[in-house]
């Protein structure tokens, strides 16, 4: 059956489009193919689904009489200057630019919203041409980003279970934060009455958008690009003391420089810039026992405990 | 969204699309819609079903559908309706740019410019702003980025100077570029290195530089997909993992979650000791338990030679730099 809604929905459309007037329900009864042979009530049931699926997709379907000093019956129609793509022209870098990102999202949940656009601004007279050469991707996997991102849009709330603690949240997402493949939304949290990053990979289940639709404000684009550089390593604030052995650690040598300070036997002493005590007691664990961190104590300290925690397990062979 | 209304919005820019467009093959339209042959030719059904009303003849949109039959082309008419694709909505506006954030992440400087006023073009066109979107990936330095894609366009071969992964050292290879990808965030190059006669994978961020060797590159075929290559090579190794740890389940390609065990495809060895050194107790391998050992010996040794250091009164004195 969906081809024959799909035939009726379109005609509904296009006879919306070339309507001069509004057109009462009886009208487009008798003129829409699909609609004939129907019982009132199926009739009035069909066109109201109709009206709210094609208004769903954006076609800005306008409810007016005609004659407004009589109390005609309402009608309906089209304005096709609100119902068109304005002209766009795209010069040939920018042609190039889109064709790249026509294929950011393949395979992704996001797929056929950019399909659609596209769709729309070929249909327009835009060319896409891309080299092949380079192949950006965001990820997003997740059913849950297309449902975030269509929630921000009609700005409604969005509810689901989050991995931590298994708490259900209610959020006004405000924007979306893709990070080295991570996907977060960042809003604010109706029980917590606060902004809160939340990981859309740590949702359990399904997002659910809630009605209705336009339920809360969105704040200005900089809150959220804060949101975002919060994620960020923190600007550099110390310098620590690295010594490291050969080529090992080219992150940590890259950012330093090599200082005349003694060093154990063998290897060299690098001072080493760091904005967060954790990400460069990371890297320094990462590479030992290749890079040892001098100074200072606390960065050391954060080094060592994560070296304690794994010299202290059994090796293969020594388990009973 | 039920699949009826996705076919109305579809044939509602498909059919200015066709229109503009006399004698396009079936091929290239299905692939600027990202349809199959046989979904396109469904659409094309529908649209022969509809027009103005009256349903006379002349109400009707036209398809050929003996030359869509016959010789691949489609030839829509009698649509003058629908000259004109629908509106964008706000969220397909944002869906773009938010794509085209990812070019720009991924491109060389030179075409900032283009990107940049696509965008602004495209924010013109829906009647509010569509969902905001922050993009930060790691592809690296820009000046890099841009000799690889000149490279790449003029097909030329190129030598880099290349931190190395896992090993940390510095190397040198000679290779022939094929693409810049995107991988869980992070910007590669895959490209055929000469040294090894195989196909490569260079994290942008760990190319230092590009420099050209003045030769042309030469044709190797496709690269493979990586993920094929992470499949054949990658031993499975589950870990217990903590809360503060669990960022890993999103940055690495597992093959298994359950409750606080996760399963990781490692296709170097020298990867998890880095990556279990790191976690400290955040994470611990269950199985195989000698995948572990690496990373045991690493830390006791380098206890040993912490307490060494501390033992032999060594001080840092003097951090003047060289």
Redesign the interface.
Known sequence: MAPRKTERQLNLVICLLAARRYLTREKIRDSVEGYQGLSDVAFQRMFERDKDDLRDLGIPIETGSNDSYFDDEQGYRILPGDFELPPVEFTQGEQVALGIAAHVFDGAALAPQATSALGKLQAAGVELSTTGFVQPRLGGDDEAVGVVWEAISGRRRIRFDYRERGLTRVVEAWGVLVRRGVWYVYGRDRDREAPRMFRLSRVVGVVEALEPAQAYDLPDRSVVEAAAASLEPTAVTDTAVVAIRGTAAPALRRRGSVLSAAAPEGYTAYAVPYGSVQEIADQAAAAAPDALVLAPDEVRDATLGRLRAVAGRLLSTERP | ?????????????????LR?RPGITIAEAAA???LTQKQLM?DL???F???????MPGDLIEVDMDAVEGEGVIRLSNAD??S?????????????R???Q??R???GPE?Y???D??SA?LAT?SGH??????????TGDETVRQAL?DA??ARQRVRLTY??GAR???TEPVVDPA?????????YLEAWSLDRSGWRSYRLD?I?AVDPTGAGREDHGTPPERTEWLSDAAAEVTLRVE?PA??I???YPTSSISGSLVTLRVVDPRWLR????????DA?VVD???A??E?????????K??E??SGSG?????????
Do not use: N
């Open positions: 969204m039920s699949t009826s209304a996705d076919q109305v919005a579809r044939l509602l820019a498909l059919i200015p699309y503009a600027a819609f990202s469904s059904w529908v649209a079903m509809c027009g103005l009303p009256g349903g309706i629908l004109k694709p629908l509106r964008l909505a706000p969220h397909e506006v944002g869906t773009l938010l794509a085209l990812a070019v992440e991924i491109a075409s410019a283009a990107i006023s696509a073009k066109m702003d569509g969902p905001v979107a922050v993009v930060s990936m790691v894609v790449l366009e931190e190395g940390g050292d510095t693409a810049i990808m995107m991988r869980d965030g992070y910007a760990r230092v809360d669990w960022w389940t999103e940055s880095q990556l279990v050194l790191r976690l400290g107790a611990e195989p338990p000698a572990q050992d990373a045991v010996l690493a830390a006791r040794e380098a206890l030679r912490y060494a250091w060594g001080v840092v004195a003097d951090e003047r730099s060289v």
